[in-house]
């Protein structure tokens, strides 16, 4: 990306939340409190004003992307950057062509010696030693095996024991289990076990959410204990599951490649540890497949860096993905890219049973799953009981993953959206819809037998 390709739809695109986005664009028509601004081929810069003596520096590498500012903020990019970047998208002479100064051209020699020093590393490292890769993977396998063993036996006790003491016990539990799972090498296992902490005394039904929570980490013991007997593609999601990745060199040297139209259904952020994560939903617009992008970064990046790969939400872009081995093929990588993002409406989609008929589906083939993207089609947001729902045509509903939505609600009028978002089976108090992108008046999606879901 050069500034002079920059566009609006790219850089609202950029913005990690609503939130965000909306306070990038306020700042981008408040040109008074701008300072230092200008524009080389590949770099933005400017100076913002805020509430203190000394002004935010805000600097952009384009060809990244990737931004740096002074100001306190975690989010990426921060609403000063998205601020300049709507800014000189809207108006050339927002940010005046010129040289950058120092404190920009120093950023930008240091990522550029960054970078050169990575691509030296890579370009000199040693190859693998295969005994030696094969004697520390053993060596995992081994630490694993116990960890498994004195989960399951922690598993057995609680069950044997009842659930009550779930919900007096607070989260503590659930950590010292985490941690025993992280000193077997089972990050996978850790992060389940850790989610599983925020579902008692969540609700009514919590006993009913934890235990089919522990039988699921039961069952993914037994199925790593017994992975030889597994078909190919559930072999692979268990491994993962437990903690087992795949670097995206090997994805890309050996995953199915895929070519398509990708449209961007909308993005996810949250905090993990000592990193950022974020997942990208993606719906190919000729396979009808749907694609997640996950990704990490440190917090605050790395000199302000962002994540390597960025996708512009309500755009289609023509890319090459590459799956992780699967029984249902959906998370990937970016292999390669081709043309611009262009804006396009969400496509037709479902009424609540058709998505529950595909998240049915997609566990049929790989039972571990808890989240699943999905387009509905012809639902009206509403509030019941304190509630907030999806409601389709037929009455049928799906809850709402937060408690105010009043901006979906004013966007709808009363009147049916088409709504992308992200269903998970794992949420707190229950299975959620986050709505992620809608639209209003897209056509609902016709069946095989012609007849409207």
Known sequence: MSAALLTVEWAEGLAPDASSLKNGRKLAGQAGKWSDRGQSDAALWGAFQGSGKTPYQVRIDLAGPAWKCSCPSRKLPCKHSLGLLIGAAEDDAFCPAGEPPDWVQEWLSKRESTAQAKATKAATAKPVDPKALAKRRAAREKKIAAGLERLELWLDDRLRGGLAEFETSGPGLFEKEAARLVDAQAGGLAARMRSLSEIPGSGPDWPDRLLAGLASLRLLTAAYRRQEELPEGLREDVRTLIGWNRSEKETIAEGERVDDAWLTLGTIEWDEDRVR?????????????????????????????GFPETFVEGCVQPMTLAFHPSAAPRRAVVVGRESEPVPVPLPPGRDVAGLLDEVADELAACPFRTRFAGVLAGVTPMIDNEKWWLRDEAGAGVRLAKDDWWALLTESGGRPLTVAGEYATDAVGGPRFRPLRWDAGAPKQQSPAGVER
């Open 277 to 305: 994560g974020r997942r990208t939903w993606l719906k190919g617009v000729m396979t009808e497949r749907t694609a997640e992008v996950v990704q990490f970064v440190p917090h605050m990046g790395a000199g302000g860096q």
